[in-house]
């Protein structure tokens, strides 16, 4: 007999709430069988939901997952579904350089801002002080 999980042991296990869980399966990521009411979570769920967090991390949307995770299901060998994934991860290393410069363009002004309100605030202790003498 494989190996099955509780909603709470791959909680434990991934360092996520149960609730994140039950996310996912509503999305169609994870398909638990029922006992009653508690959800067993098999092995390929265990490794659905690894995947499913990994893909999280890499910035992709719980739909780019489950697409993914379709294409898999469906597919008679891996080349597709690895053609696909590799796509989306271009896609998003491109998006994250175009971040990336965005961001180095925002901290050089904000530098630029800093600096003038530094030497406008000089410059107004400099005009106190010669009033003062």
């Given at each position: 007999m494989s190996a099955t999980y509780s909603i709470t042991d791959l909680a434990r296990q991934f360092g996520v709430t149960t609730r994140t869980i039950r996310h996912y399966e509503e999305q169609g990521l994870l398909s638990p069988r029922r006992d009653g009411t508690s959800r067993i979570f098999s092995n390929r769920d265990?490794?659905?939901?690894?995947?499913?967090?990994?893909?999280?991390?890499?910035?992709?949307?719980?739909?780019?997952?489950?697409?993914?995770?379709?294409?898999?299901?469906?597919?008679?060998?891996?080349?597709?579904?690895?053609?696909?994934?590799?796509?989306?991860?271009?896609?998003?290393?491109?998006?994250?350089?175009?971040?990336?410069?965005?961001?180095?363009?925002?901290?050089?002004?904000?530098?630029?801002f800093a600096g003038q309100c530094r030497r406008l605030l000089v410059g107004s202790r400099d005009d106190k002080t010669e009033k003062v003498a």
């Open positions: 265990r490794v659905r939901l690894k995947l499913a967090l990994r893909g999280k991390r890499l910035g992709f949307s719980l739909n780019e997952i489950r697409e993914l995770f379709e294409l898999y299901d469906l597919a008679k060998d891996e080349k597709k579904q690895l053609e696909e994934f590799l796509a989306k991860l271009e896609k998003r290393r491109a998006l994250l350089e175009q971040q990336r410069e965005d961001i180095e363009v925002m901290l050089n002004e904000i530098s630029f």
